[in-house]
């Protein structure tokens, strides 16, 4: 690995991969499943009632939300290379190398299938950033941010 590059992955090149492991990804899908049969559960009792405008419209807000949370949650990827950190998602973040005057990387041994690994990035003027992610190479990367070394072990 280059000097010039000690943020890296493992192998001293960029680094990317999903933002969420798959038991999250999993826990997330059976929940959407439990929603959507309960739905069904109700549908009839629901078809009958009698609706005005407003409660559809919240009805179809919260489902549009809830649909877009797991849509981002499912499809999201957490990038390192040598000019900054970036993670897509419904709001995408970016954070510039250049601009970071703290890091802090948070992760959990044992517990990465349940809680995210994350690296709390603050930028220069005060704002914060959390970049989650679920590769190790990425998570290494995170590791060299933050610490400076190869750290990162399980």
């Known amino acids: 690995m280059s000097d010039a590059a000690p943020h890296l992955g493992p192998s001293g090149e960029a680094c990317e991969g999903p933002s969420y492991p798959r038991s999250i990804k999993l826990l997330a899908t059976l929940l959407m499943a439990a929603l959507a049969w309960q739905g069904l559960l109700a549908f009839d009792a629901l078809r009958e009632a009698p609706w005005s405008t407003g409660p559809v419209l919240f009805l179809l807000l919260a489902l549009a939300t809830i649909v877009t949370g797991y849509a981002v949650l499912l499809r999201s990827r957490t990038a390192v290379d040598a000019t900054g950190i970036r993670e897509s998602g419904l709001l995408p973040r970016e954070a510039a190398l250049q601009d970071v005057v703290q890091l802090q990387f948070l992760y959990l041994p044992r517990l990465d299938w349940l809680v995210v ?38």
Do not use: N
Request: overall charge positive; proline content about 3%; aromatic content about 10%.
């Open 117 to 154: 690994p994350r690296l709390v990035v603050k930028l220069r003027g005060g704002r914060r950033l959390v970049f989650h992610s679920a590769d190790r190479r990425v998570q290494q990367a995170f590791a060299r941010l933050a610490y400076g070394a190869d750290t990162f072990e399980d």
